[in-house]
């Protein structure tokens, strides 16, 4: 049986190309006209079954307090009368000429009741911080007071071989690590201040000399924060007696033409 759009009236042919769902002459969609009437009618009944109600009522019934009681009781007994009794006492006058604007506004109406859906934006869940972020977050560091220049965290006992090492006054400060060559145990660790210098003895043997430098300090386990510049020596120092006499070295750390002490950037972890 040939389709008959509820629209327009119009019924469909075995050779139009509309889609099967949409009125070939109006261009409707037949659910859409299908469902307006539907809601049309209920409108339609609605209205008449609300006008019946008020004519069998005593003329006191429009007393302002009664007709909102009665708007009200309506709502609750018939959400779609009350809407409609709500359009028809604002403006009953009114020509409704689009009927689909009409269930829109009910529509919106009817949304308006029911709670809010919280926003998206509201809701949306906070993007997790980068590992590297968090982590300097988490090992954010308080500056502390420059310790005493020749303190250390580990002192050298029973040395008899002569180091001495000398610092440029610009602002840097430095902690020198002194550590055995060939098991890689650190022997001493002393803190120089900027342009000072530092004269210890170790014991007799093969090292290896490292430095950390920075400006500000933050305690013998971050030495010099985040901005720490780790660095070893390339030469090993080995400190030798040769009948009464005792080899020793003496070390700058100032950066100069014709030095003959290289040293290499080296990472935290080799500290």
């Known amino acids: 049986m040939a389709k008959v759009c509820i629209n327009c009236g119009y019924e469909r042919q075995a050779t139009d190309t509309a889609p099967e769902y949409e ?15 539907q809601i049309e009618s209920e409108i339609k009944y609605n209205r008449e079954l609300s006008s019946q109600s008020f004519k069998t009522r005593h003329k ?5 307090r009664t007709i909102l009681k009665t708007i009200v009781t309506l709502a609750i007994l018939s959400p779609i009368g009350y809407f409609n009794y709500y359009f ?3 403006d009953k006058n009114k020509n409704i000429a689009n009927t689909a604007s009409h269930i829109e506004k009910i529509k919106a109406i009817k949304q308006n009741q029911l709670p809010k859906v919280p926003d998206i934006e509201q809701t949306k869940i906070k993007q997790p911080q980068s590992p590297i972020t968090s982590h300097i977050e988490k090992k954010r560091l308080k500056e502390q007071v420059l310790p005493q220049h020749g303190s250390a965290i580990k002192y050298i006992s029973r040395g008899i071989a002569p180091l001495n090492i000398r610092t440029a006054g610009n602002a840097y400060h430095h902690v020198i690590k002194i550590v055995q060559w060939w098991t890689k145990i650190s022997i001493g660790e002393y803190f120089i201040r900027s342009g000072k210098g530092l004269a210890i003895k170790v014991p007799l043997g093969s090292y290896e000399i490292r430095y950390a430098s920075g400006v500000s300090w933050y305690g013998w386990k971050n ?9 070893r020596a390339d030469k090993k120092f ?6 009464n006499r005792i080899n020793g070295y003496t070390i700058e750390l100032i950066l100069q033409q014709g030095g003959n002490l290289s040293s ?3 990472m935290k972890t080799e500290w």
């Open 88 to 90: 028809e006492v604002i």
């Open 223 to 231: 030495l010099f924060g985040h901005k720490t510049i780790y660095n």
């Open 264 to 266: 290499s950037e080296i």
């Open 60 to 64: 006191s019934i429009f007393d302002s």
């Open 238 to 243: 080995t400190f030798t007696r040769n009948g």
């Open 23 to 37: 009125c070939p002459k109006c261009q409707i969609v037949y659910a859409k006209a299908e469902k307006r009437r």
